[in-house]
């Protein structure tokens, strides 16, 4: 499954400095495990040390907060797009800049 | 406290906080005491109305936010709109401030600034733009440069980031409180760094009191992080007003660490303060153990920047099921 992910700008050293990439999984925890692959250091930024997402870190699929799906199960299917946004100070799952 | 008296404003009532010695948090401490300026009890609820107020003071006195300003205004002779980039405990405090001297109030805020934080500013009538929240802070900022070189003549740019007066503030007021109230005997100031005009302001305040005073600035340890307040200066558009020089050392904080001392804060000490006093306690207790370690005795005074009902909304507090099951 290729989905479009983008990138919020604390991560994008990680990615040279790229806002959109593409990488595959079946799930959001597939494709965190396919994004360390990618830009090695991204899984420690994304999870705590048991793997769960951080708290502070949001993730959508198609606009949706992956907390109102199934979290790190979330399944993905070819050309969602993802968006990683730090919830700095509480974060939307209805934000007009996901869309 | 001020003692209580009729007909004063409520912006007399910025500053001239309590500071609070740290208690429970620190038993087992010996040789060091651990203090809190309790900036959340400034009348706009954080630590950006001593800022804010000398900010638009200033601008006053220099004839930059008065009814003459320019004679291309767009609404007559109305003052210029007061303009800034906040994550929003300071756009809350030129809100307010603006509310009581009569003056427009238009910010810009990454749009994941907190719920609660968003209905305060609209409640005080604050114009709000919402910038890419993957932008983060620096998104907000540069927007507003871009705002401002459109329209010079209809703002006043209060521009925190780059403003002499943000600091002067805290070397005016909060550095000069922390020294009467611990009288003299401060040793280590520990405070999170966002503009950075606390650490910046105070910190020379207490430097010229005592050049011996160990000025130590508390910062998120990755770039991605969700301390709310504080900046990685590192990935950040670094404000002008900042010297990293003039710091003694830095301690970084995990994100997790900042909202488990913020709950702690609560539960044990009964103070419901935001992350970034989460932070700062943290760093505190960290840096006094070092200090015990070494046998030094020491007297911290960190800042709690505001209060924590402001997060409600946000991963901090919730879900609250398992912050109470957690302790």
């Known amino acids: ?99 | 406290m001020t003692k209580e008296t009729v007909g004063e404003s409520i912006l007399d009532k910025i500053g001239n906080t309590p500071l609070i010695k740290i208690e429970k948090l620190t038993q087992g401490l010996k040789n060091v005491e651990i203090y809190a300026k309790a900036e959340w009890l400034n009348p706009g609820g954080s630590v950006k109305d001593r800022p804010a107020l000398r900010i638009i003071e200033t601008a006053e006195k220099k004839g930059k936010l008065t009814k003459n300003k320019s004679g291309n205004q767009p609404r007559g002779n109305h003052p210029p709109i007061i303009l800034d980039s906040s994550s929003g405990n300071m756009a809350i405090a030129y809100g307010m401030i603006g509310a009581i001297k009569g003056y427009r109030v238009e910010m810009i805020l990454p749009e994941n600034a907190s719920e609660e934080r968003k209905k305060v500013l609209r409640t005080y009538g604050v114009k709000l733009t919402f910038t890419n929240p993957a932008e983060g802070t620096d998104g907000a900022i540069r927007y507003v440069h871009q705002l401002y070189e459109k329209n010079p003549d209809k703002y006043f740019f209060a521009d925190q980031y780059n403003n002499k007066a943000n600091p002067l503030a805290h070397y005016k007021t909060t550095g000069k409180e922390i020294i009467k109230q611990t009288k003299g005997r401060i040793t280590h100031f520990v405070v999170g760094i966002g503009t950075s005009g606390t650490i910046m302001g105070a910190g020379k305040r207490l430097k010229e009191f005592n050049p011996n005073i160990k000025l130590i600035a508390v910062e998120p340890e990755h770039a991605l992080h969700g301390i709310e307040g504080l900046k990685y200066m590192g990935s950040a558009i670094v404000p002008s007003i900042y010297n990293e020089n003039f710091l003694d050392a830095k301690i970084p904080i995990k994100t997790e660490d900042a909202y488990e001392y913020a709950r702690k804060l609560a539960l044990v000490e009964g103070l419901l303060v935001g992350e970034s006093s989460g932070a700062a306690i943290w760093a505190s207790i960290h840096l006094a153990k070092q200090l015990e370690e070494k046998g030094e005795k020491a007297v911290i005074v960190t800042v709690f920047p505001d209060r924590g009902d402001r997060y409600f909304s946000t991963p901090l507090w919730c879900p609250i099921e398992e912050v109470v099951r957690g302790w």
């Not at chain 1, 708290?55 to 992956?66: C, K, L, P, S, T």
């Open chain 1, 1 to 99: 499954m290729s989905v479009k992910v983008r990138i919020p700008a604390p991560l994008r050293k990680l990615t040279e400095n790229k806002t959109e990439i593409e990488a595959n999984g079946k799930t959001v925890q597939e494709l965190i495990e396919n994004l360390e692959k990618k830009f090695p250091g991204m899984k420690d930024r994304l999870c705590d040390e048991t793997g769960k997402i951080r708290r502070f870190i949001n993730i959508y699929v198609n606009e949706q907060d992956i907390r109102f799906l199934e979290n790190e199960n979330t399944k993905l299917k070819d050309g969602d797009e993802v968006s990683i946004i730090p919830a700095i100070a509480g974060g939307r799952k209805d934000s007009a800049f996901l869309k």
